[in-house]
């Protein structure tokens, strides 16, 4: 309660921790709470962060291995002198994820904490990419069926791409890798089940297309797909260089470009010498103001043995 009512005006996470120096000592039993602070702009993944005394943030994904961010710490609330408190500054990078976490998923009576840590990074390095299945599988690897001596919280916010970009042979067999690519993507961003299936849908119609008529399905030529969302809109472009062939008469053909425009509501095809480009928007239900933005999925769990 205290830091939901001092956060907003706290000049950052140090400054924060100050304050809540001062509550914890009008409070009975209150001093020595250990906490983890983390203020993120959603626009660029940069965040500042404090601990006072709590287990260090992980942070998941990206380049490297997952890592433990030590750095801005100082005392549980309570017990840090004048002047005494720190902080640090992150960047959520694409498909990164930071995951906050009691001690309880850490800390045994038989083992070191040092030793939870360590576990608490292998078991990272080998989970699944969502927010939600990674808190699953931390809670797997970590508990199993043993009874806890303490509550068990972890908290996991992870960063989609603000844009997709896919390039596959023109072959048939690669449209499943193309569908699965967007799908994830668009999980990421946290579009709703009518929206995925949507744009899915046309993509598919697009990027088959591409294949059948720009390349005679020959399996050498390149179609890409980018998806972007900017504000409320969701912007797929599914572009070739080849040869547009046109289509052998039939009841089944021809009826693509018209799905397309049901589903997506803005369709531009342009072909030339150089290729065929289409281009297609649809409006977003779940996509939050903003001119060019990255998906953020929050993912919490909580073991109450």
Do not use: K
């Given at each position: 309660g ?16 100050t304050q ?13 709470t250990?906490l983890?602070?983390?203020?993120l702009?959603p ?13 260090p ?14 750095d ?17 500054t992150g ?7 930071l ?5 309880g ?10 030793l939870?840590?360590?576990?608490l ?19 797997a ?7 806890q ?9 992870r960063?989609?791409?603000?844009a ?7 072959a ?12 994830e ?10 929206d995925?299936d ?5 993509a ?36 070739d ?31 030339g ?7 297609m ?10 001119t ?12 109450p043995?």
């Amino acid at each position: 309660g205290a830091v939901r009512a001092l956060a907003a005006a706290a000049n950052g996470p140090a400054a924060l921790l100050t304050q809540l120096d001062a509550v914890v000592d009008t409070l009975a039993g209150a001093d020595m709470t250990t906490l983890a602070y983390v203020a993120l702009d959603p626009r660029d993944g940069g965040f500042r962060y404090a601990c006072a005394g709590h287990p260090p943030p992980l942070l998941v994904g990206g380049e490297g291995p997952p890592r433990l961010l030590w750095d801005g710490r100082s005392a549980p609330l309570g017990a840090a002198g004048p002047g005494a408190r720190a902080e640090a500054t992150g960047r959520l990078g694409d498909g990164e994820t930071l995951v906050l976490y009691t001690d309880g998923l850490v800390e045994r009576r038989t083992g070191s904490i040092d030793l939870g840590l360590a576990r608490l990074a292998d078991a990272a390095a080998g989970a699944p990419r969502s927010a939600s299945a990674l808190v699953d599988h931390l809670g797997a690897a970590l508990l199993g069926d043993e009874r806890q001596e303490d509550d068990v919280c972890v908290l996991a916010l992870r960063r989609g791409a603000a844009a997709l970009v896919h390039a596959f042979p023109a072959a048939p067999r690669a449209l499943a890798g193309m569908r699965s690519r967007l799908r994830e993507w668009m999980a990421d961003a946290g579009l709703a089940p009518d929206d995925r299936d949507a744009v899915l849908l046309a993509a598919g119609e697009a990027a088959a297309n591409a294949v059948e008529h720009a390349y005679g399905m020959d399996g050498r030529g390149e179609v890409r797909v980018e998806a972007r969302l900017r504000g409320h809109d969701l912007h797929l472009v599914v572009s070739d260089a080849g040869r547009w062939r046109t289509p052998r008469e039939g009841a089944d053909r021809g009826r693509g470009f018209g799905l397309m425009r049901a589903l997506m509501g803005d369709v531009d095809v342009r072909r030339g010498p150089e290729g065929t480009t289409v281009r297609m928007r649809r409006r977003i239900g779940a996509a939050e103001g903003g001119t060019e933005r990255a998906g953020f999925e929050p993912a919490n769990g909580v073991d109450p043995r």
